[in-house]
């Protein structure tokens, strides 16, 4: 089976990874969700507003067995991205823009989530069918397995130089 996204990667953790939140300033909007999720989606977000809701309708459409977070840090949207994420059940993180780096904001989602996987997903991507979630994560049923990343597929409405 092949799974198709523009961007998308997995990590499994330990079960004894400690994963205190430190770092910048994070302003949070919703509460967590305290039980322990199977997967945790971890979505950064900036100026989204185009893709952010084609991207979480994909994400909440998945037939994924298991418990579901979906973690989402904006880092300074002027747009409507936070009005659209706000419509979904997600835990929503404000970050300052200043505060953004790449490397450390994903390593704040990380030590937000509940999850045993780590999926982390580009805003503007989009899973390509309801069992994306599913078939990424099957491959962690071989334990030699650590990481999994799907396929990436350029949107229909795509520059020519993010199709070629």
């Excluded at 780590?118 to 899973?127: H, Q, S």
Aim: charge should be neutral; aromatic fraction near 6%; include cysteine.
């Amino acid at each position: 089976m092949t799974t198709q996204t523009r961007l998308a990667s997995v990590v499994r953790l330990a079960p004894t990874t400690a994963r205190p939140v430190s770092g910048p300033q994070v302003e949070k909007h919703a509460q967590p969700t305290p039980a322990r999720a199977a997967a945790s989606v971890l979505i950064l977000t900036k100026n989204e507003a185009r893709n952010i809701g084609q991207c979480l309708d994909a994400v909440f459409s998945q037939d994924f067995p298991g418990r579901t977070e979906v973690i989402l840090i904006d880092s300074g949207s002027s747009d409507q991205t936070l009005k659209i994420a706000g419509g979904y059940p997600v835990q929503l993180y404000r970050l300052a823009a200043e505060s953004f780096h790449h490397a450390r904001t994903r390593n704040l989602a990380a030590e937000l989530a509940h999850g045993e996987y780590l999926v982390y997903l580009a805003a503007d991507a989009l899973p390509c069918s309801p069992s994306w979630l599913s078939a990424l994560l099957h491959n962690f049923e071989d334990s030699a397995v650590g990481a999994v990343y799907g396929r990436h597929l350029p949107r229909p409405d795509a520059s020519i130089e993010r199709r070629s």
